[in-house]
């Protein structure tokens, strides 16, 4: 059944980034099915509390991205429960180093599927429901898109090409799809990685313009601009990274 609301499915929504996008969403009166691949407690929860604030509103959705033959199944759950999709929200990426003669084919997998493989099939799959209302798509790529950060190639490519896929899908999904896209610079350090120690992360915080970090909030009250206050801005990086791609 066809919602008077706009509905927004978010890939990698349980947590961090993902979280405080879907909670910005739904604040802004849209209903969510919220992906998530291992966060099932995260999501369960975020799930509660939405629809503690308003009932039906968020549903949630297992799936590992890299298997592109279950991602039709994302599309159809969410049309399923909402009758339409309305905004396509490609967050869900893997992060880590791959130094150059130490890379092998399964980091080449992972990088590349979850940050730029599922994105592009999982808009084409959204593709026709889209079209049908008016709707738009947002990637979720990385300051560093211009100058790599060394020792993470493939992560790197994998963003770079992400940000050619939003010029790209702007331009093939044009006039009745906007596609752009958000690159978040220091807003959260990666978990578990022992590279971003205290001295690593006060030398970011020197090279950023703005002298501190980001939040989750700042990512997200940027793709809530390009969803709902930005009817003439297709094929567009918003770098929310507090001038930190300027010291690269």
Not at 128 to 149: F, S, Y
Request: hydrophobic share 40%; with cysteine.
């Amino acid at each position: 059944m066809k919602s008077n609301r706009k509905v927004a499915l978010v890939t990698g929504g349980a947590k961090r980034i993902g979280q405080a996008i879907c909670r910005l969403l739904h604040e802004s009166d849209i209903n969510l099915m919220i992906h998530y691949r291992h966060s099932a407690d995260e999501a369960k929860k975020l799930r509660e509390d939405l629809n503690k604030i308003r009932k039906d509103s968020a549903n949630i959705i297992q799936a590992d991205l890299m298997n592109i033959h279950i991602l039709p199944n994302l599309i159809k759950e969410t049309i399923k429960a909402y009758g339409q999709l309305d905004i396509l929200i490609n967050n869900a990426s893997s992060y880590y180093p791959t130094e150059i003669g130490k890379i092998n084919e399964n980091n080449w997998n992972d990088l590349i599927g979850s940050n730029l493989k599922a994105p592009l099939f999982l808009s084409q799959l959204a593709m026709d429901e889209l079209i049908k209302t008016q709707g738009c798509i947002i990637n979720i790529t990385d300051t560093h898109i211009d100058k790599p950060k060394k020792n993470y190639i493939i992560y790197s490519l994998a963003k770079s090409g992400l940000a050619a896929l939003t010029k790209s899908l702007a331009q093939e999904l044009s006039p009745n799809v906007r596609v752009n896209a958000v690159a978040p610079g220091p807003v959260l350090w990666p978990e578990n990685n022992e590279e971003f120690n205290d001295i690593y992360k006060q030398r970011v915080i020197s090279q950023t313009l703005l002298k501190k970090i980001g939040t989750p909030q700042d990512v997200a009250m940027a793709v809530k601009f390009l969803v709902l206050d930005a009817p003439f801005i297709t094929g567009h990086i918003l770098s929310v990274d507090g001038g930190r791609s300027l010291s690269l």
